[in-house]
């Protein structure tokens, strides 16, 4: 399991997630125990629930992340 702690030790997102990337823009994507994708802020502030298969920022437009879900490949999302 994953999470996130900060230098003094103090636990950010608990670590509950398969899977963790935080990203250039200070935000974290995360993987759920059923392999759906959310975001959340590095306090663990939830942006984006775990309802995606798949997440991925947008290489076109900075603040922009694509989200595709069973019956939708990819729908473009802005979160911040």
Do not use: W
Not at 14 to 41: R, S
Not at 50 to 56: A, E, F, K, Q, S
Request: hydrophobic fraction near 30%; glycine fraction near 12%; aromatic fraction near 10%.
């Amino acid at each position: 399991r994953y999470g996130l702690k900060d230098p003094d030790g103090t636990v950010r997102i608990p670590a509950q997630y398969t899977y963790l990337m935080v990203e250039e823009d200070g935000f974290v994507i995360v993987t759920d125990q059923k392999g759906n994708k959310g975001i959340l802020d590095t306090e663990g502030n939830v942006v984006l629930p775990c309802l995606y298969p798949r997440i991925y920022n947008s290489p076109d437009e900075e603040g922009l992340v694509v989200v595709g879900s069973a019956g939708d490949y990819a729908s473009p999302l802005h979160y911040n």
